[in-house]
């Protein structure tokens, strides 16, 4: 599986950003997908994730400010971020997670830097 992550750049504090991704490869129908980020000298932590049948799960810092969203047909997940504050200042990985053998895969990452 190969990921494709689209999105990120500077953006002042308040302001918002959408984060994308694509799939491609061998895909299982049953999978997760979401967004991960890790800022300088911090561990990777889950932003958000989405399943195949739309079950969400949210970080509890990005709650109400973030939406992760996602179209199967095309193997895509989104992530519209509002209300942006400094601290979200990361790279953000897209992952997916195989159902069939809940192995990972991982984009490239894209930076993202919220200024005050």
């Known amino acids: 599986v190969q990921l494709q992550a689209s999105g990120g750049g500077l953006v002042q504090a308040g302001g918002s950003m959408t984060l994308s991704c694509v799939a491609s490869?061998?895909?299982?129908?049953?999978?997760?997908m979401g967004w991960y980020r890790q800022a300088p000298g911090k561990r990777r932590e889950l932003v958000a994730s989405?399943?195949?049948?739309?079950?969400?799960n949210y970080a509890a810092s990005v709650k109400g400010r973030f939406t992760i969203s996602r179209n199967n047909a095309k193997n895509t997940v989104s992530l519209q971020m509002n209300s942006l504050k400094p601290e979200d200042t990361a790279v953000y990985y897209c992952?997916?997670?195989?159902?069939?053998?809940?192995?990972?895969?991982w984009g490239q990452g894209t930076q993202l830097t919220v200024s005050s």
């Open positions: 989405i399943s195949s049948s739309s079950a969400t």
């Open positions: 490869g061998s895909i299982f129908s049953f999978n997760v």
């Open positions: 992952n997916l997670q195989d159902g069939s053998t809940w192995s990972s895969s």
